[in-house]
Antibody, heavy 122, light 110 residues
Framework: QVQLQESGPGLVKPSQTLSLTCTVS??????????WSWIRQPAGKGLEWIGR???????NYNPSLKSRVTISVDTSKNQFSLKLSSVTAADTAVYYC??????????????WGKGTTVTVSS | QSVLTQPPSASGTPGQRVTISCSGS????????VNWYQQLPGTAPKLLIY???QRPSGVPDRFSGSKSGTSASLAISGLQSEDEADYYC???????????FGGGSKLTVL
């Protein structure tokens, strides 16, 4: 049973870079044709997709965040990571990582991490 | 403002059937399959329905999904107190080149 676990600082200062890692356990991140995504949820609000990466390193990003986002993968560590630069209070949210099935027409997130809360504050 | 439109709330009494709608456009629901996620209070979202009407293993058949044109619906029959949660629809959007979500519907079991 594949499980995902987010990790990283819970507090980031404004204008700095938010860095999170998602560790995949119970299976290899390279097995199967999956994408791996980051999604966030501000308190009391809905879900926002940040971006995704394949194990070959192909990425797609939300156009609204694209200029500030970098997602990378380290197959040797069974991890993928998120970097979000120039953060503001608006980036305060619970950040989830998720495994994605499919590419476009059929595309869903079948395994989610428990989420990690990131607060942007000085 | 979410790309997919859901009612902010829904409610029903135990045993009732409730439906939650999700409205989109030709670039998302009209062209791609719809998924539904259930988020219980304080927890991560969980896949509830995928590919319009498919249930992952372990999801009760009380939950069903349908799609027509640029809209989709989630139906929950035999409503139970443990169904009280937020429900989100989602679909790939060809214009944005990424998945989009509805704003979520909070289901209250009265």
């Amino acid at each position: 049973q594949v499980q995902l676990q987010e990790s990283g600082p819970g507090l980031v200062k404004p204008s700095q870079t938010l860095s999170l890692t998602c560790t995949v356990s119970g299976g290899s991140i390279s097995s199967g044709s999956y994408f791996w995504s980051w999604i966030r949820q501000p308190a009391g609000k809905g879900l926002e997709w940040i971006g995704r990466i394949s194990t070959s390193g192909s990425t797609n990003y939300n156009p609204s965040l694209k200029s500030r986002v970098t997602i990378s993968v380290d197959t040797s560590k069974n991890q993928f990571s998120l970097k979000l630069s120039s953060v503001t209070a608006a980036d305060t949210a619970v950040y989830y990582c998720a495994r994605n099935v499919g590419a476009t027409y059929i595309y869903y997130m079948d395994v989610w991490g428990k989420g990690t809360t990131v607060t942007v504050s000085s | 403002q979410s790309v997919l439109t859901q009612p902010p709330s829904a409610s029903g009494t135990p045993g009732q059937r409730v439906t939650i709608s999700c409205s989109g456009s030709t670039s998302n629901i009209g062209s791609n399959t719809v998924n539904w996620y259930q988020q219980l209070p304080g927890t991560a979202p969980k896949l509830l329905i995928y590919s319009n009407n498919q249930r992952p293993s372990g999801v009760p058949d009380r939950f069903s999904g349908s799609k027509s044109g640029t809209s989709a619906s989630l139906a929950i029959s035999g409503l139970q107190s443990e169904d009280e949660a937020d429900y989100y629809c989602a679909a790939w959007d060809d214009s944005l080149n990424g998945p989009v979500f509805g704003g979520g519907s909070k289901l209250t079991v009265l």
